[in-house]
């Protein structure tokens, strides 16, 4: 006998409680690979799980996501954990995922490898950018835990081999929730509060991946690049390698390791300074004895007779010279002598043509004074001027009544004329 017919919505709805209570299903995981994977703007993610014969549809909230420490790739084989939903309204069912693993690898090594290519690409671990560690430390930070004993191994060392450098200890969680961000903080303070800093130091002893992966966190990783003071990573052991090694300007084993990369040994600087002293004052003491023997091999009394024969042709050669320029001097002299005669002769004639232009220039002055009307005037003569003070020298030039001034040798007066009387011809 048939059962009585049930709406559809009532079937969906009987398929979700019998899966909701089914033991295995409400808490099963999935081998498959990821395809058709979408990111909604929501931030759930949807995808398929598929294997070579079949497939199921995915949906991994966005509360879920941020548990998930690697980013989801198409193609990536996983093993989701979750349990089997219906959504009633569609009739499909699909596996809600709480958690996802890596197949056949764990999470934080999958993690660990998409974080280093990420960065890779990006160039943060490119060596052009790295910046060489100081040979002279004076003044070290070290970003650790401060109850660890990577910080005791660090100052041990540090102290042991230079009791001269200056230590700035910054204290950080380097494990757990908030070491990532601790410890990039801890390097930027460093950058912007102590820029005399010549060398960070940030590490910590070994663990387990778990434990080291603060290490391995983007934002750490970043802050060391970002860093203008150089940064020495030391984290775990010798086999241990982390994002913060490879963004770092110089990765060491271990703790110990970076605290003897960051400072010189003094005890070897004063050997080495001591060694060179020692070589330096035996190529001095070689140099000095080279040339006392040099000297040793010479003979003196043969050098000084070179010297005086030497000297004797230089003194022959002199007397030779000068009394080649005597003959030439006096042959010069001749000649001159010779050609003073000459000048001498037109010397004369150009005298006698000076004294003729003398005498001749004397009697023009005479001349001219004799016709100078000062002369004429101081001998008892006067000049007679008209209203314009030009000379008077004819009666045609009066008039009557004109004012005439007439000048003597020692004054001048003034005239009317009454009347003017000229010459007549007979």
Avoid at 175 to 191: F, K, L, S, Y
Avoid at 288 to 302: C, G, H, P
Avoid at 362 to 386: A, E, F, H, T, W
Avoid at 410 to 417: I, K, N
């Amino acid at each position: 006998m048939a059962l009585k017919p049930i709406r559809v919505s009532q079937l969906n709805a009987y398929i979700h409680r019998i899966l909701q209570t089914d033991p295995v299903l409400g808490n099963i995981s999935v081998i498959g690979e990821i395809s058709n994977l979408k990111f909604h703007s929501s931030g759930h993610v949807y995808f398929s799980l598929k294997d070579e014969n079949s497939k199921i549809n995915c949906f991994l909230a966005a509360q879920n996501l941020t548990h998930i420490r690697y980013d989801l790739e198409e193609g990536m084989e996983i093993i989701a954990l979750g349990y089997i939903s219906v959504y009633e309204r569609g009739g499909y069912y699909s596996l809600n995922v709480r958690d996802i693993e890596v197949r056949g690898e764990g999470d934080l090594a999958v993690k660990f490898e998409q974080l280093k290519n990420k960065l890779d690409r990006e160039g943060i671990f490119d060596k052009a950018h790295k910046k060489e560690i100081p040979s002279f430390a004076d003044n070290i930070a070290v970003v650790t835990a401060s109850t660890g004993a990577a910080l005791q191994d660090i100052l041990k060392i540090v102290t042991g081999k230079n009791n001269y450098v200056n230590i700035r200890i910054f204290p950080v969680k380097v494990q757990g929730p908030g070491a990532a961000e601790e410890i990039a903080e801890a390097v930027d303070t460093v950058n912007a509060e102590f820029p005399d800093t010549d060398v960070i130091i940030v590490g910590r002893g070994g663990g387990s991946l778990e434990d080291l992966w603060a290490f391995n966190e983007e934002i750490v990783a970043r802050s060391i690049y970002a860093s203008e003071i150089p940064v020495i990573s030391g984290v775990g052991h010798e086999i241990d390698f982390t994002i913060s090694d490879m963004a770092a300007d110089m990765r060491a084993e271990t703790p110990t390791a970076a605290a003897n990369a960051a400072v010189p040994d003094i005890d070897e600087i004063r050997m080495i300074i001591g060694e060179s002293r020692d070589d330096l004052e035996d190529g001095i003491s070689a140099q000095i004895r080279k040339r006392e023997d040099l000297v040793a091999s010479l003979d003196i009394a043969a050098l000084g007779a070179r010297i005086n024969e030497r000297i004797e042709y230089s003194i022959l050669q002199s007397k030779n010279i000068l009394g080649g320029m005597g003959r030439t001097l006096e042959s010069m002299i001749a000649g001159a002598s010779a050609r003073t005669g000459d000048s001498l002769h037109r010397l004369d004639a150009v005298t006698s043509v000076i004294t003729a232009g003398q005498h001749r220039a004397d009697m023009l002055k005479q001349q001219l004074d004799n016709m100078d009307p000062r002369n004429i005037i101081s001998k008892g003569y006067g000049v007679i001027l008209n209203d314009r003070g030009k000379m008077v020298t004819s009666a045609a030039q009066i008039k009557q009544k004109d004012i005439l001034r007439i000048v003597v040798k020692d004054g001048d007066a003034d005239v009317t004329v009454d009347e003017v009387r000229r010459k007549t011809d007979g």
